[in-house]
């Protein structure tokens, strides 16, 4: 959602079939050469970043009634496309769509206890009225999990406004902690977040009107990663009492491929607590986190160890249920279920409560990291936040299966037996916050372009929506399917030639329980040096649920809405599995195909669904979607 936009798209002329469709290495140094063209190739349209420079964490997402104005800030270091002098940018909104980005740090390092870094931080509107950053202020570096810390390198400062966000003056009094708990020796210790937490006061006995939390991340060197919770005065937002470490869940954790691991140190902690809408009995609290050190999942270190390749971490959530430790008074939370908050490049998800649409809004970092690092020095600018989302409790009810799994082993989701051998299921979900996707669809260029009902038969036969002369690098696309039994794969193929021999293709396969995309790599021989195009993976299934009227069992559809902005690609399949990924081999879209697979059904597939072969219910595809 940025001010400054380019369609990126590039000027060659169409690929006949045959041909790949993508840049050639003449055409690539050609472009690269020139720094205007290598500064929009990539950029996207409705996806925030400044204008110049290396940005990573959200930071102090938050609204203040007073003004009507939503704020969301980010670790910026406005003097390079490089990680270093981290400071803050910031940007505000009336509608959570349309972004004033200043071309200014709203916070620099300056100070002796913040000059190697304004770490990521919260936003906190106080009693008195003014607006206040709380952030991780470092005089040290390096900080990392993997060596020892040294105390007082990262410490807790403010900084406020007074006048409704126009001037912010650090306190006098910072830092107002001076560095982590005392006798613990930790893996990391930054990143607060701050907020109301009823359940949380409920739990220690206090007033939920008169309390306030904070958490700051971190971990306690080899034992757990860990959040340490602290109680704060409303009134005094200087003064802050440990109580205790949030979690000690061991050295990562990873109760199934459905859950991801939790690493050895977390980052960016958030907690927050959902309600079943229909069902104000069901009361769920969730940690969002950083996972550092992650083992599982596929997410260690690229084995192109001469090219592009992404750090060992996830982006996770759980849920569980809050317990008071009578002998410390503080209170811990146990690992009831957990997953991926997104399977992708998404990283340092931070998020608030928005009191005018009463929903937890969330932004995420997408990092640059498969672009080599020359390419992403002559782009000037390297890494984005995500578009907005909305989170909430994704409930079925009458679950009597999934696919393959047993419901048991599905640690992403919470069972509770109905009786009668049916179940009720919930699980986090997320979703782009949906007055930014109104808006995108209503833009002036914007094209929509239907397909019905297609039957997509065992043999591959596909249908597609194309438009002439191509599409652009700016669309969403919302589509429907029924899998059949016999069903090995389906998905979507976005052809960047006329006949998609280069091609980005979102697959899953039933019987794997598998979403996956396969990414495109540059036509050149040190394609693996430039881009990093590994596809990208995560586990899914569909659940099976029984009519209580008819008796009679069906299964879910599979559900898949994308949007593409330019480089970036954010997937959302059946509200509940996201991905987020980089395609920079794709500078051409030319039609998105629609297929099915269907092989002889295998013993495990046991699920009941729709009879005869595959079908596409519906495709949508708003094409020329930009702010």
Not at 4 to 9: F, I
Not at 77 to 84: E, F, L, S
Not at 280 to 301: R, V
Not at 430 to 453: K, M, T, V
Request: hydrophobic content about 30%; overall charge negative; aromatic content about 10%.
């Amino acid at each position: 959602m940025s001010t400054t936009s380019s369609s990126g798209e590039t000027s060659d002329s169409p690929a006949s079939c045959g041909s790949t469709g993508v840049t050639t290495p003449e055409g690539f140094k050609a472009e690269t050469n020139s720094l205007g063209q290598a500064s929009t190739r990539w950029r996207p349209s409705f996806h925030l970043l400044p204008r110049s420079g290396w940005m990573n964490d959200p930071c102090a997402p938050g609204y203040d009634s007073t003004t009507g104005l939503y704020y969301v800030s980010f670790q910026w270091n406005p003097n390079g496309p490089d990680w270093g002098d981290i400071s803050w940018g910031t940007a505000t909104s009336h509608d959570l769509i349309s972004w004033k980005i200043e071309d200014q740090p709203v916070l620099l390092p300056d100070e002796n206890y913040d000059s190697k870094g304004v770490f990521t931080g919260c936003f906190l509107k106080a009693q008195d009225g003014t607006l206040n950053y709380i952030y991780t202020s470092v005089s040290a570096l390096p900080i990392h999990y993997t060596i020892p810390h040294q105390r007082g390198s990262e410490t807790l400062s403010i900084a406020t406004s007074s006048d409704q966000g126009k001037n912010w003056y650090k306190r006098d009094n910072n830092p107002i902690l001076p560095g982590e708990p005392s006798g613990l020796d930790v893996t990391g210790w930054r990143d607060p977040f701050c907020a109301p937490w009823p359940n949380m006061s409920k739990t220690l006995g206090l007033d939920p009107n008169e309390s306030l939390f904070g958490i700051i991340s971190g971990g306690i060197r080899d034992i757990t990663p860990t959040s340490f919770l602290y109680q704060i005065d409303p009134k005094n937002l200087s003064d802050w009492q440990y109580l205790g470490p949030l979690a000690n869940f061991g050295l990562n954790l990873r109760p199934s491929r459905w859950s991801g691991d939790l690493g050895k140190n977390w980052e960016v902690t958030n907690f927050l607590s959902l309600n079943d809408e229909n069902d104000i009995n069901s009361n769920f609290d969730f940690l969002i986190m950083g996972t550092e050190g992650c083992l599982e999942d596929g997410l260690e270190e690229s084995v192109n160890s001469a090219g592009p390749s992404r750090t060992c971490r996830g982006q996770l959530w759980m849920s569980g249920t809050l317990q008071k430790n009578e002998s410390t008074g503080s209170a811990s939370i146990s690992y009831d279920f957990g997953g991926h908050l997104d399977h992708g490049c998404l990283y340092a998800a931070n998020s608030f409560f928005d009191p005018r649409s009463q929903k937890h809004i969330v932004w995420g970092w997408i990092a640059e990291e498969d672009l080599c690092d020359d390419l992403r020095h002559q782009q000037g600018w390297s890494g984005m936040l995500s578009m907005p989302r909305q989170l909430h409790l994704q409930t079925l009810h009458n679950v009597v299966g999934s696919l393959v799994s047993d419901l048991s082993s599905i640690t992403s989701v919470k069972a509770e037996s109905e009786g009668d051998g049916a179940s009720t299921i919930r699980t986090l979900a997320c979703e782009p916050y949906n007055p930014l996707i109104q808006h995108l669809r209503s833009s002036p260029n914007a094209q929509l372009s239907r397909l019905g009902r297609s039957s997509l038969s065992p043999s591959g036969i596909e249908v597609g929506i194309s438009r002439e002369p191509q599409l652009s690098n700016h669309w969403e696309l919302e589509c429907s399917f029924n899998i059949s039994k016999t069903c090995s794969k389906v998905g979507v193929s976005i052809g960047h030639s006329r006949c998609h021999e280069s091609a980005t293709v979102m697959t899953f396969e039933p019987q794997n329980e598998t979403f996956k995309i396969s990414r495109p790599s540059f036509s050149r021989p040190d394609s693996s040096l430039l881009i990093q195009s590994s596809p990208e993976v995560a586990p899914h299934t569909l659940f099976t649920m029984i009519d209580q009227n008819s008796g009679e069992e069906f299964t879910e559809t599979l559900d898949i809405r994308a949007w593409r902005d330019n480089s970036v690609l954010e997937v959302f399949v059946n509200g509940r599995t996201v991905i987020s990924t980089r395609l920079y081999a794709a500078e051409e879209t030319f039609s998105i195909r629609f297929f099915a697979e269907d092989k002889a059904s295998s013993a495990r597939a046991v699920w009941t669904s729709h009879k005869g072969s595959t079908e596409l219910q519906f495709a949508n595809l708003w094409d020329g979607i930009a702010i």
